[in-house]
C-alpha cells in the first residue's frame, strides 16, 4: 500500500454492509475508514478527495457496466487499488474487473476475511472466486 495507515473507501448502497465493512477496517491494523458513498459517477473524485489508498466497490450496484467505473477510477487514481466485490461470481466478470484494473475480487459469501487478506496483499481473489474461476477456466 502507498501509506500507512491505508485509507478504505467504500462503494456501497446496503447500510447494513456499509456497517460491516467500517468495523471490519476499523479493526484491521494501519488501516482507516475514509467514508462510504453510493453514486459510481463520483467514485475517482471521491476517491481524491478523501485521499483513499483502497476503494471496495460493490459492482452489483454500478449499473450496466461497472467495470467502467473500474477502469475510470484506475486512470484518473492510479495508485488506488480497488476490490471489487460481488454476490455473483462469473469467470467474464472476473475477467473484466482485472482487465479494468481491479486489484482484487471477492465474493460477497466470502466476508471480511477474504477481503482483508486481499487488501494485505495475501492473495488477489478470494477463495470462492479462485475455485470458481478456476472450475471455469478451459484446460
Not at 473507501?9 to 484491521?28: F, P, W, Y
Not at 463520483?42 to 467495470?67: C, K
Not at 492510479?78 to 466478470?93: E, L
Request: aromatic share 6%; proline share 4%.
Amino acid at each position: 500500500m502507498n501509506r500507512i495507515p491505508a485509507k478504505v473507501m467504500c462503494v456501497e448502497r446496503k447500510a447494513s454492509r456499509t456497517d460491516a465493512l467500517q468495523d471490519m477496517v476499523n479493526r484491521m491494523e494501519n488501516t482507516e475508514w475514509a467514508g462510504v458513498i453510493a453514486e459510481r459517477e463520483s467514485i475517482a473524485s471521491e476517491a481524491s478527495d478523501r485521499d483513499a489508498d483502497i476503494v471496495l466497490l460493490d459492482i452489483d450496484l454500478l449499473g450496466s457496466n461497472p467495470f467502467e467505473a473500474v477502469e475510470s477510477l484506475r486512470h484518473r487514481n492510479p495508485s488506488v487499488r480497488s476490490i471489487v466485490y460481488s454476490r455473483h461470481v462469473k469467470r467474464d466478470a472476473v475477467e473484466k474487473a482485472f482487465a479494468a484494473g481491479a486489484w482484487g475480487f471477492v465474493s460477497k459469501r466470502e466476508g471480511a476475511a477474504a477481503i482483508t487478506r486481499v487488501m494485505r496483499d495475501e492473495y488477489v481473489m478470494g477463495p470462492d472466486v479462485e475455485a470458481a474461476f478456476m472450475k471455469l477456466t478451459p484446460g
